[in-house]
């Protein structure tokens, strides 16, 4: 088993800046990918970026590129996500997802076998 938790959301005005953090406990180091999803109210939950325990940074979603920044600490079991320049349609609750093994879908919720209880992030116009 592998626990999640995620910290480090907040309210932040348009063009601030986040830094969201997931903590890994537990069978950490049976863990590939780690993933950051987000869901805002009324809509599925959607990719944000995902990472390799390498190191090798899998993927960012359009919306988000040159913007977010995904990064982990395997030392520490720790993955994060840097947010600049951020907008009002970020505003969604963040999720910290973990694959045992990667299958090549990172964008998909399914790929993942644990998830984090979510981190609230409200950007304000």
């Known amino acids: 088993q592998v626990q999640l938790v995620e910290s480090g959301g907040g309210l932040v005005q348009a063009g601030g800046s986040l830094r969201l953090s997931c903590a890994a406990s537990?069978?950490?180091?049976?863990?590939?990918?780690m993933a950051w999803f987000r869901q805002a109210p009324g809509k599925e939950r959607e990719f944000v970026s995902a990472i390799r325990r390498s190191g090798v940074i899998i993927d960012y979603a359009d919306s988000v590129k040159d913007r977010f920044t995904i990064s982990r600490d395997n030392a520490k079991n720790m993955v994060y996500l840097q947010m600049n320049s951020l907008k009002p349609d970020d505003t969604a609750v963040y999720y910290c997802?973990?694959?045992?093994?990667?299958?090549?879908?990172?964008?998909?919720?399914?790929?993942?076998?644990?998830w984090g209880q979510g981190t609230q992030v409200t950007v304000s116009s």
């Open positions: 997802a973990a694959a045992l093994r990667y299958y090549g879908r990172s964008s998909s919720p399914g790929e993942y076998d644990y």
């Open positions: 537990g069978r950490t180091s049976g863990t590939d990918a």
